[in-house]
């Protein structure tokens, strides 16, 4: 009987997988048998002086960075198990549980995967942000900018005179050809240009509170079912050039309807 469309991908993602692994633990453990076999040379065991030595330790470290590399190629497939002296470790690559290898591989083609979905760790207040930072990475990937920024609570001074308290956040910014998309756990937010510092904060309002002959000048169109749900919004831009909106430009508007 022929297997669907679904498992028979699913099936052969397994074989790759078990592939990869089988092969990584291989070449990690004939470095390790040279490891071994460099380690126990007669001119190390004499206490590792002379040149002959010297040669023989640079080998081994060496073999050291190799294993390195094929270990940042391993994807923890087993999870982490506990060795002598309770202490958890790949046993693939033999990486202890909670390190950060201090380098990322990443293959040419492909998906790339970096990381894991982290969210807050504590329902409590932090005195600052830099304390309740849990992660906070960016990356260029191919002219296009990453940011992810996760926080647990802490206290600002945003507002002088009023001290607040800013709630825990995992906050995703994504930073293309002068256009911001950030996405957080209560709102989706397109900007049509970068927040400049010290610069006077834009306005909001809903849709319906927008002067129709404003919101005319608007390049946005917003999608819809038939329920009247919003499962959509669009915002066109002639080719090469930034968005301008009308809101106290009357010429920008005029480009923006035409």
Avoid at 120 to 148: C, M, N, Q, W
Avoid at 199 to 223: C, D, Q, R
């Amino acid at each position: 009987m022929a297997l669907s469309p679904p498992c028979r991908f699913g099936k052969l993602w397994d074989m790759k997988k078990e592939a990869a692994k089988q092969r990584l633990k291989r070449e990690i453990a004939a470095v390790m048998r040279s490891m071994d076999f460099v380690s126990g040379h007669p001119s190390l065991a004499k206490g590792g002086r002379g040149r002959e030595a010297a040669l023989y330790a640079g080998i081994y470290q060496q073999l050291a960075l190799a294993w390195e590399h094929l270990a940042l190629q391993c994807r923890h497939w087993d999870g982490f198990k506990k060795k002598r002296g309770g202490v958890r470790c790949c046993p693939v690559c033999g990486l202890v549980e909670g390190m950060e290898a201090p380098w990322l591989l990443l293959p040419r083609r492909g998906a790339k995967a970096i990381g894991q979905r982290t969210r807050p760790t504590s329902a409590e207040t932090f005195a600052s942000k830099t304390t309740a930072t849990v992660l906070d990475d960016a990356i260029a990937f191919h002219g296009a900018k990453l940011r992810v920024a996760v926080a647990n609570p802490y206290r600002s001074d945003l507002f002088r005179d009023l001290p607040i308290t800013v709630a825990a956040h995992r906050t995703v910014t994504l930073s293309e050809d002068g256009f911001e998309c950030g996405i957080d756990e209560h709102m989706v937010r397109l900007r049509t240009e970068p927040r400049r510092p010290k610069a006077e904060p834009p306005f909001g309002a809903f849709l319906s509170e927008i002067p129709s002959k404003v919101l005319k000048t608007f390049p946005v169109m917003v999608e819809y079912d038939r329920r009247g749900r919003l499962v959509g919004l669009c915002l066109f831009r002639a080719p090469g050039k930034r968005v301008e909106s009308a809101a106290g430009n009357g010429k920008a508007g005029r480009k923006a309807k035409a």
